[in-house]
């Protein structure tokens, strides 16, 4: 588990194929390597990977063709430039909010915009996950816990203050970037939830139940 509070900024040395997966060389910068050992946990862009070799300012990673499918490392290539946290301790603070390292998609961003000190950036989220974003609720964009100011279908608008500019690599988006993107954890269970016994049903068989109005009263989720 993470917390969304970047630790350092990355650089990829290489990406070296392996049958349909990828080894991932990431170079780091002042991350402290000095407890890390094999088989510890490094969110690279939000995205959990498993350390499989290390120096004391590099790590390597296997990346399998399921997480190149679902995040933005298809079009990762060396030099490009990578957020990285270490795995939460248990006795850390969870200064930002609980982040698993699964990816849910791949966002676009639509407009960076400086206003004052600040950068207010519209991000465009893949449909389906439309359902999971909340006026200040959290999302993590790229491994970063932020919150979200405005909601409008599947787009949502957020805040950057100047640190976060400077310690991520947020501060180099533009208009088209894509970014990994992870919907707040207790969305994704409480909708779960909510199918009640249905959700022992193999997934043809829930085809045409989504939540609804009628759904909740017929769980006994309305009075």
Request: charged letters at 20%.
């Amino acid at each position: 588990m993470f917390t969304g509070i970047i630790e350092d900024v990355g650089v990829i040395q290489s990406l070296t194929p392996t049958g349909e997966d990828i080894r991932l060389s990431i170079k780091t910068n002042k991350l402290d390597m000095s407890d890390v050992k094999l088989g510890d946990s490094i969110a690279n862009n939000g995205v959990c990977l498993t350390v499989v070799a290390m120096t004391a300012n590099s790590f390597s990673a296997d990346v399998s063709h399921e997480t190149i499918k679902r995040t933005g490392f298809a079009s990762y290539q060396a030099g490009s430039k990578v957020n990285l946290e270490k795995a939460m301790q248990a006795n850390g603070r969870l200064g930002g909010h609980i982040v698993s390292g699964h990816v849910d998609g791949v966002g676009e961003v639509l407009s960076v915009n400086n206003v004052g000190r600040y950068v207010e950036i519209w991000l465009k989220a893949p449909d389906d996950l439309a359902k999971y974003l909340a006026e200040k609720g959290s999302i993590t964009v790229d491994g970063v816990s932020l919150t979200v100011n405005q909601v409008n279908g599947a787009k949502l608008l957020l805040t950057l203050i100047p640190h976060s500019l400077q310690e991520t690599i947020i501060g180099l988006y533009k208009m088209g970037t894509k970014v990994n993107l992870e919907v707040d954890v207790i969305a994704r269970y409480l909708e779960r939830l909510m199918l009640g016994d249905k959700a022992a049903l193999p997934n043809d068989d829930k085809q045409g139940q989504d939540i609804s109005m009628a759904f909740l009263a017929e769980n006994g989720y309305l009075k």
